[in-house]
């Protein structure tokens, strides 16, 4: 469960970002993107429905080519679950060789027909998920492609799932380019207000990343070390301890620098966030 806003890290909200170039405010892919692969020919199932229940059949069957197959086709029906399936599956490589162009055409088709989806709903995290892996498209190129990298695009992707769906990964993301100025002018305060966005929501770099900027303050950010660690804390216990092993390292260096008072002052606060948290979760419960 997020922890409760902090109302002392004053930052200013999304409405106060500074105005961008109109040139580059479109935030779907280019129109002409190909259209999605096939990698397996398709099956004559009757409909997506009956295409779906067959890949849940052959998922647990352990046939993935059959699943692959099934998927193919429910996505040519434009079902929306089965090409973001599909994108996760080639970007990942699970069960098929890991193809990142196959996944960007997958959720570029998404991205360009359900940019108006509901934020909030499983509909909307998946078109929102999706404009967040184009944008990492967009960011580092696939090579050997005509998907280059492309600084301001990347922006704009990211900045529409972060924005319209309230996509925590799209906010870290976004974060990251303004501390860096790629694709938009580089504004701290910014991408401090993004950060904490993101890590409201639980994502656990972010609020790593968030709790540095408050430890080290400037540019705008109010220098707040006691809410900083306590961030940095909260990050330590959401990090997975094989891939997200420098949260833990920063961690450990940020407190070991601290004052025995800032320790103690950041730990009672954790503590009064894990209570707020739990509360919440019980509360539902108790009605």
């Known amino acids: ?23 580059v405010a479109k935030v779907t892919p280019a129109p002409n993107t190909p259209a999605a692969h096939t990698a397996l020919p398709l099956v004559p199932f009757s409909s997506a429905r009956d295409a779906l229940r067959a890949w849940m059949r052959d998922s647990s069957a352990g046939n993935q080519a059959g699943a692959v197959r099934a998927l193919e086709y429910a996505a040519s029906q434009g079902h929306l679950t089965a090409q973001y399936k599909l994108g996760k599956i080639y970007a990942e490589g ?23 989806a509901i934020p909030g709903t499983a509909e909307g995290r998946m078109v929102g998920s999706a404009f967040v892996a184009l944008g990492s498209y967009f960011s580092d190129g696939i090579k050997g492609s005509y998907v280059k990298p492309n600084s301001d695009r990347a922006f704009d992707m990211f900045h529409y799932a972060a924005s319209y769906f309230g996509d925590p990964d799209g906010q870290y993301n976004l974060a990251r380019l303004y501390m860096k100025g790629q694709g938009t002018t580089r504004d701290a305060r910014q991408a401090a207000r993004w950060m904490k966005l993101a890590a409201e929501k639980g994502h656990a770099p972010a609020r790593a990343a968030f709790g540095e900027m408050l430890i080290r303050g400037g540019e705008g950010v109010p220098r707040q070390p006691v809410l900083g660690l306590m961030w940095l804390a909260l990050a330590r216990e959401g990090a997975d301890p ?17 004052s025995a008072t800032d320790r ?6 954790v503590e009064r966030q894990q209570v707020a948290g739990a509360r919440a979760v019980a509360a539902p419960t108790q009605r």
Request: hydrophobic share 45%; glycine share 2%.
């Open 1 to 23: 469960m997020p922890p409760r806003a902090i109302p002392e890290a004053a930052l200013p909200d999304p409405d106060d970002e500074p105005a961008r170039d109109a040139s």
């Open 94 to 116: 699970e069960g098929v060789p890991a193809n990142d162009l196959k996944a960007f055409e997958y959720f570029s088709k998404i991205a360009d027909e359900n940019a108006d």
């Open 242 to 258: 094989v891939r997200e092993s420098w949260i833990i390292e920063r961690h450990d260096a940020a407190f070991a620098a601290a």
């Open 264 to 269: 103690s002052a950041a730990l009672a606060l």
